[in-house]
């Protein structure tokens, strides 16, 4: 079940905001598809990413996949603990598994994404 309290991009990032944060992190359809995550590649706090723009790689046994930010904003904060455990993602990709967190982001910036409705219409048809 996608959650209804974030917004969803095309190439499978969610965004939801916490007051003025917004935490990130891959949806389970996309988890899904890359299979068992063995390694999450983080930006440095601090560092300023635009929206569309890739912030990291996240490998499977699979693939190695390109990470987009869903939004503007600086990352606040990144889950260190995917360092060690990035299966986290595979396990709860929507809690423990967030990926980054980025400051500076207005609820107007998430107007131009899916919401869960739209995603599961978009992802049903792959």
Avoid: C
Wanted: proline share 5%; charged share 20%.
């Amino acid at each position: 079940m996608t959650p209804n309290d974030r917004r969803y991009t095309k190439s499978h990032e969610w965004v939801r905001l916490e007051g003025g944060i917004a935490v990130v992190g891959i949806t389970d359809y996309a988890q899904t598809a890359l299979g068992d995550i063995t390694y999450v590649e983080l930006p440095k706090v601090g560092k300023q990413l635009e929206a569309g723009h890739e912030f990291g790689v996240i490998e499977s046994v699979k693939a190695a996949s390109d990470l987009f930010a869903p939004v503007a904003g600086a990352v606040q904060a990144v889950n260190a603990a995917l360092n060690d455990t990035p299966e986290t993602v595979n396990r709860d990709p929507y809690g423990d598994g967030w990926i980054i967190k980025l400051s500076g982001v207005t609820p107007a910036a998430l107007a131009n994404l899916m919401d869960a409705a739209a995603y599961d219409k978009e992802t049903a048809n792959h």
